[in-house]
């Protein structure tokens, strides 16, 4: 029976990181990503004294929060169990073979009524670069090959947390457009971030420029504004909380002290039988 391989090529992405780290990238999308969690800090009232990030940029993110433990986002995260309070997974779960997996690890790792905070690109991320390629691939090789991750859509990776076991599980997004002069500029901002192509099955031989020529034509006439590209990219926030007795539980059916149509001040009527 052959083994089925992983979507992602972590070597790869490691060589990607490590680039972008060592050149000094921009990552604008990863302070966007630290506004998102220090507004949701900010809004819940409660002190966290051991806090853990798991993240695939351990230096960035140990810069911003240098109190908390932060470990990189390895299949196996390097968190003791039990040990912290707050664990917050950094601009990484979309590269993740096993995105349940890391969530479980990090419910172990929370002492009870402990918070999770996790924001990651996805939903509608990159579509226009996405479709855009496509188009122009199938032009002009007559096929399509895997240039960019697959990104979860909100409506389904809001089921991981209910998977991993947390309690009052909660997904939103908040939607970034950023524009650029060209579709190289979007490239290197892309290299800039670690975030290019490292999926297995990507395509290993040089593409012919007329692809990229192609996709930029298809860009600007579909997807762009005073001619500059527009890229959407949406920020996943999930939160749960490691499950405690001391939190508020949904009452049992048929538990109501009230009936509906009193609170509402309505008068009650049965279905004609048919």
């Known amino acids: 029976m052959s083994e089925t391989l992983p979507l992602v090529d972590r070597e790869q992405l490691s060589r990607s990181r490590r680039r972008a780290d060592r050149q000094g990238g921009d ?25 853990a990030v798991v993240t695939g940029f351990p230096r960035l993110w140990a810069n911003w929060f240098p109190e908390a433990t932060v470990v990189p986002d390895d299949d196996l995260l390097s968190l003791e169990e039990g040990a912290h309070d707050l664990v ?17 690890q990090c419910n172990r790792a929370l002492r009870p009524d402990g918070l999770l905070l996790t924001v990651f690109p996805g939903d509608q991320t990159l579509n226009e670069l996405r479709a855009c390629l496509a188009q122009a691939e199938t032009v002009i090789a007559g096929g399509l090959s895997p240039r960019v991750l697959p990104m979860g859509e909100l409506r389904d990776v809001g089921g991981l947390l209910q998977r991993a076991s947390f309690a009052m599980p909660v997904a939103d997004k908040s939607v970034r457009r950023v524009t650029y002069p060209s579709l190289s500029r ?4 892309l290299r800039g971030l670690g975030e290019t192509n490292a999926l297995t099955a990507r395509r290993k031989t040089t593409s012919p420029r007329a692809l990229f020529r192609l996709a930029e034509d298809l860009y600007r006439a ?3 504004e005073d001619d500059r590209l527009v890229a959407t990219f949406d920020l996943i926030c999930l939160t749960g909380w490691a499950p405690d007795e001391s939190q508020p539980k949904p009452l049992m059916p048929g538990s109501a002290r009230m009936r509906l149509s009193d609170a509402l001040g309505a008068t009650e009527f049965k279905l004609p039988q048919s």
Request: aromatic share 12%; net charge negative.
């Open 27 to 51: 990552f604008f999308l990863h302070e966007e990503a630290r506004f998102e969690i220090e507004d949701r800090l900010d809004m819940i009232n409660k002190s966290f004294t051991a806090p």
């Open 186 to 189: 979007l490239a290197r901002d």
């Open 88 to 104: 917050i997974h950094a601009m990484a779960l979309h590269w993740a073979n096993d995105p349940v997996g890391q969530l479980i």
């Open 222 to 224: 579909h997807f762009s």
